[in-house]
């Protein structure tokens, strides 16, 4: 608190000999990429940035990284201008920067908060070892919809365990104190409901209700506050007719009002400019004030504020005092990083040198990665294959490729620094022969571009299907590209790109020992695999050790754990599909078709929320509801290993509040608790249900708890466990 006071006084007296450009320079971001022009081309170019910097006119700095890059535009910062007010350097370091951990989406299936953390933590590390001190992330939106590409970046379709990832992703990049040099300030986006794009279409409109807005979208982010992460992004979307980085009610009334954030919000890439686009501002000029009087308190890349802003201002359209409180919250956040003791405390060029792939770093990731593996299926116990199997056949494109493991966005990286499966697998058996297949994605596959798929060469077909006939076991390598997830990658079909089922398909036909290994950054439909392959591991985009952690997998030498964060679908037909959906008045099962229903396809998903087996089994026993405390209810349940070998099982604590005065979903995750048991041991694991669990928001967006009759079910999955029921009183 006191150092917090004393900053506020350092602050305030920087502010008082501050200019008015002065201060609507500090609320521009610019990017390092010195040909990328911006929406004002007669100002965006090189020469005009570095005056600005040399006036003291840029805030912060995008996309420059590199110990050398950011010491130089530091210096034109610091010693050329007036004041010497240093940059904050920017970046999007999601899932690692150049040691690169799992996609975000593949993290949230570990449910291991610790893990979580750590790789938070080494991105960080490597991050701010080349000069940068803000990460772009966690991205906390939560979504339903898996044709949205953007879900590999967030933790999944799930309230509460989005919330609990959020706070240990910003814990994992900011740590204890934001001036130690290892550490960088995080940025919680989309602020608010990015999540929820029509049609799963990036960019497009969000219309939800507000139950859905207070009760699912803003939960992570007021944990996001709470966790005392410095900075917020707002987003591209409309919400309620208005664009988020032009609303006034989210980021001045919830954001910096009700839940009193001290931070400061940034505009997404250009959003400020796009309030044209969206029919809300008349032009630039109109769309900085629109956006500095909403409270967005850093434009990056509009070129909005440093053309327009300054004029509205003396026009009165923009108060100074609203000019002041944006720039108090960047200056505030700049001391907080320990930049005006030391401008250059992250140009260290020994630990540039050192941290980079640093072995703990790839300990860490590897870790990190076994634990986002999830088995779906594992009919007659296919895996673990034996060490001593002899012939076994590798067959697709991915088992071979290095760049596309390290899934989308991971900017800072190195191209095809991951260990490939096949690489992965060789180490524990010689008796592998690997099979390419048909060619599935275009060699030049890139971040920038739509991916190319091969729908109709099949050259590479018959020499696959002939080495599964010689195979006593063949593991199939599928999936989408790395870069077929992430940023404007929506897809209207969720199954395998190009030939890749007719591969597989063909393969069965041959030889039915097939373990499937799918490598993708979204929940697909694959209702053929799960119906006809015996063993199917969800591997997700697994980073720099792919290789390594899938083949500890499939060889035994790690018992995966995971457990779904989306729910997958049967038919693209049934998304958006989530566990915590609303009963409707008919849900039940009619003599005739007048109840919710497809005519052509079950309700149920493929596979639930929470879903994941093990090579050991489960049994829960003895659930206890404890109501003796009169406040708190207590839930307990037994858990038994009952197969023979060690595992980890991920218990689910799901709540439903059966009448309420806004109707509360079918159940509700309210817990959960990752335990380890030898064969034949058991644990009883004690979960406690306070009004924070037990309460909601109503439309008022006034948090309520109500007494009556819950619900509650504890278990493997959203779909299976022991229940039971209780009444608040």
């Avoid at 008015?20 to 521009?28: A, F, I, Y």
């Avoid at 911006?38 to 090189?46: D, E, I, Q, T, Y």
């Avoid at 505009?267 to 000029?285: C, K, N, Q, R, T």
């Avoid at 195979?471 to 989408?480: A, H, N, P, Q, T």
């Amino acid at each position: 608190m006191a150092q917090r006071k004393t900053i506020s006084q350092k602050v305030d007296s920087l502010l008082s000999l501050m200019t008015l450009e002065e201060k609507v320079g500090q609320m521009n971001q610019y990017s390092g990429f010195w040909d990328v022009t911006g929406p004002v081309p007669k100002v965006g170019n090189a020469a005009i940035k570095y005056e600005h910097l040399k006036k003291g006119w840029v805030g912060s700095m995008l996309n420059v990284k590199g110990v050398e890059a950011v010491r130089e535009l530091q210096k034109l910062a610091v010693e050329e201008s007036r004041l010497g007010i240093p940059l904050i350097f920017g970046f999007d370091v999601i899932h690692g920067y150049k040691t690169i951990a799992p996609i975000p989406l593949a993290e949230a299936a570990s449910w291991d908060m610790e893990a979580i953390e750590n790789s938070a933590k080494i991105a960080a590390d490597e991050a701010s070892a080349v000069g940068i001190n803000w990460t772009f992330a966690p991205m906390i939106d939560i979504s339903r919809d898996a044709r949205w590409g953007r879900v590999m970046e967030g933790g999944g379709e799930d309230t509460y365990l989005g919330s609990e990832i959020a706070k240990a992703r910003i814990t994992g990049f900011q740590g204890n104190d934001l001036s130690q040099p290892h550490t960088i300030a995080a940025c919680a986006k989309h602020f608010a409901a990015y999540g929820f794009a029509e049609s799963g279409r990036e960019y497009n409109t969000v219309d939800i209700g507000t139950s859905t807005l207070y009760n699912a979208v803003l939960p992570p982010f007021h944990a996001a506050v709470n966790s005392d992460v410095k900075t917020v992004m707002n987003g591209f979307n409309l919400l309620n007719g208005v664009p988020v980085t032009g609303s006034s009610f989210l980021q001045r009334d919830i954001l910096k009002g009700k839940w009193g954030f001290e931070g400061f919000v940034i505009s997404d890439w250009a959003s400020i400019s796009e309030l044209v686009a969206h029919g809300y501002a008349e032009d630039l000029d109109h769309a900085s004030e629109l956006a500095a009087n909403a409270g967005s308190d850093m434009d990056m890349e509009s070129w909005a504020y440093i053309t327009h802003l300054v004029k509205n201002v003396r026009e009165g359209k923009v108060s100074e005092d609203k000019i002041n409180e944006a720039v108090r919250r960047i200056l505030t956040v700049k001391f907080e990083l320990g930049l005006f003791d030391d401008p250059y405390r992250y140009c260290n060029e020994q630990r540039e040198q050192e941290r980079l792939y640093h072995k703990d770093h790839q300990a860490g990731v590897l870790d990190m990665a076994k634990k986002s593996i999830v088995l779906l299926k594992n009919e007659g116990n296919l895996l673990p294959i034996s060490k001593n199997q002899p012939r076994i056949a590798v067959i697709g494109e991915l088992a071979n490729d290095n760049n596309s493991p390290l899934g989308s966005w991971r900017l800072g990286s190195d191209d095809n620094t991951a260990v490939t499966v096949l690489e992965g697998l060789k180490k524990y058996s010689s008796t592998i022969t690997y099979a390419k297949g048909p060619r599935v994605f275009s060699p030049d596959a890139n971040f920038l571009n739509e991916i190319q798929v091969n729908e109709t060469d099949t050259n590479g077909m018959e020499e696959a299907v002939n080495l599964a006939k010689q195979s006593d076991v063949v593991i199939m390598v599928l999936g989408e590209h790395g870069f077929q997830s992430g940023e404007a990658r929506s897809r209207t079909q969720l199954g395998l790109p190009g030939l890749q089922l007719d591969l597989l398909k063909e393969v069965y036909k041959v030889n039915k020992n097939v373990v499937l290994i799918l490598m993708n950054g979204r929940p697909l439909t694959i209702t053929w695999e799960a119906e006809n392959i015996p063993s199917i591991l969800e591997t997700w985009q697994l980073g720099t050790q792919t290789g390594n952690a899938i083949a500890d997998v499939v060889f035994g030498e790690y018992n995966p754990s995971g457990k779904l964060p989306m729910t997958f679908p049967r038919s693209v037909g049934q998304v958006p599909i989530y566990y915590n959906h609303y009963s409707t008045g008919r849900p039940d099962l009619e003599p005739n078709v007048f109840w919710s229903h497809y005519s052509d396809e079950k309700n149920e998903p493929l596979f639930p929320f929470g879903y994941g087996l093990s090579y050991t089994t489960f049994d829960y026993s003895d659930l206890e509801i404890d109501t003796s405390d009169g406040e708190n209810i207590k839930v307990s349940v037994t858990v038994t290993n009952t197969g023979k070998r060690y595992g980890e099982e991920v218990v689910q604590l799901y709540i439903h509040d059966k009448v309420a005065s806004v109707t509360r979903p079918v159940k509700e995750l309210k817990g959960f608790e990752k335990i380890s048991l030898t064969p034949n041991n058991s644990k009883k694991v004690i979960f406690t249900l306070t009004n924070k669990e037990l309460g909601f928001y109503n439309n008022d967006y006034e948090f309520v708890v109500e007494p009556g009759e819950f619900d509650v079910m504890v278990g493997t999955n959203s779909q299976e466990g022991l229940q039971g029921s209780f009444t608040k009183k």
